[in-house]
């Protein structure tokens, strides 16, 4: 069975009837830091430059990872740097019975199948695809007997997934090939990434994604889901990294530095500059919410069309 799609979903500038509603959904499982206040920087603005909503989404699923706590501090650190959301977070490990619907609809459609395969199993069989491992379907091809807790994966079919990024343009992939059999619920139970974010997006009805270019290959995983469930797609743009000394991107897992709440000005101007805004010096100074008006009364997205990534600026 071929599917082929063109799902560029709604925009506000292709759908004027349906109000923008953007999003930034951090992982609680360590501080902000200056590369997290990119993404949350780039997504307000273009959610307020859309005059539509802002929301959060507090990406906790995976609780062991996640510091009792982390959450209150990730919400001091946005509004700190005037990053105000609407409505109230919402908080994926509230969300377990939506997560399980969908699998539960998927299963029914015939689109899951238990998988046994062990870490090294995976490992030594699975092929590199564009955006990672690609799963060889041994467990669709040889069911594994039952009676032990097993993941489940899609069965993704064959096919073409093509959608245009905002920013980073046309992007396609070969289902079967390039993207490959994944996980929706880990042998321990956990919902999987990737199905938990596309059940998110069609939840708080988000319009368009906008978030770090290193989350493209998941976006492919997120669209065949949206589309399996029988949703609409929102729009996405992936916008530029910003990367530390040693070329790799800011994470936690490289351990960059906390944003502190006394520097929320400069971080803000820094992040304008990595966005490509051109903020003048002057403005360097300035409280949070000055820079914020500026940044807004002078987006210009279009910058961020094909933008390669930042290096962090070092004082
Ligand atoms: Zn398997």
């Given at each position: 069975m071929q599917h082929s799609t063109d799902d560029r979903g709604p925009t506000a500038d292709g759908n004027p009837d349906k109000p923008y509603v953007g999003r930034f959904a951090p992982t609680p499982s360590g501080p902000l830091h200056l590369g997290s206040l990119l993404t949350a920087a780039a997504s307000w603005l273009q959610a307020r430059a859309h005059g539509g909503r802002w929301l959060l989404r507090i990406d906790d699923l995976d609780r062991p990872r996640c510091p009792a706590g982390m959450d209150t501090v990730i919400l001091q650190q946005l509004e700190a740097h005037g990053l105000v959301w609407d409505g109230e977070p919402r908080y994926q490990t509230a969300c377990q019975a939506e997560y399980d619907e969908a699998l539960e609809n998927l299963s029914t459609a015939g689109l899951t199948y238990p998988c046994s395969c062990t870490r090294a199993r995976l490992q030594e069989t699975s092929l590199p695809g564009p955006d990672g491992p690609v799963y060889d379907r041994h467990c669709h091809l040889h069911p594994p007997p039952r009676g032990r807790p097993l993941a489940l994966r899609l069965r993704v079919g064959e096919g073409l997934l093509h959608f245009t990024d905002r920013w980073q343009g046309e992007q396609r992939r070969?289902?079967?090939?390039?993207?490959?059999?994944?996980?929706?619920?880990?042998?321990?139970?956990m919902t999987g990434y990737q199905l938990a974010c596309a059940v998110d997006e069609q939840r708080q009805g988000i319009t368009e994604v906008v978030r770090g270019s290193d989350l493209l290959g998941s976006t492919f995983r997120q669209r065949l889901l949206t589309q399996r469930l029988g949703w609409q797609a929102p729009a996405y743009a992936h916008g530029p990294l910003l990367l530390g000394d040693d070329g790799l991107k800011l994470s936690k897992q490289n351990h960059a530095a906390p944003l502190r709440a006394d520097e929320a000005g400069p971080n803000l101007w820094h992040c304008l500059q990595a966005l490509r805004q051109?903020?003048?010096?002057?403005?360097?100074?300035?409280?949070p919410a000055e820079i914020l008006a500026w940044g807004l009364a002078h987006?210009?997205?279009?910058?961020?069309?094909?933008a390669p990534p930042r290096k962090v600026e070092t004082n």
């Open positions: 070969q289902v079967e090939s390039e993207v490959g059999d994944f996980v929706l619920r880990r042998s321990d139970g051109e903020p003048p010096s002057s403005l360097q100074g300035a409280a987006w210009r997205p279009e910058a961020l069309i094909a």
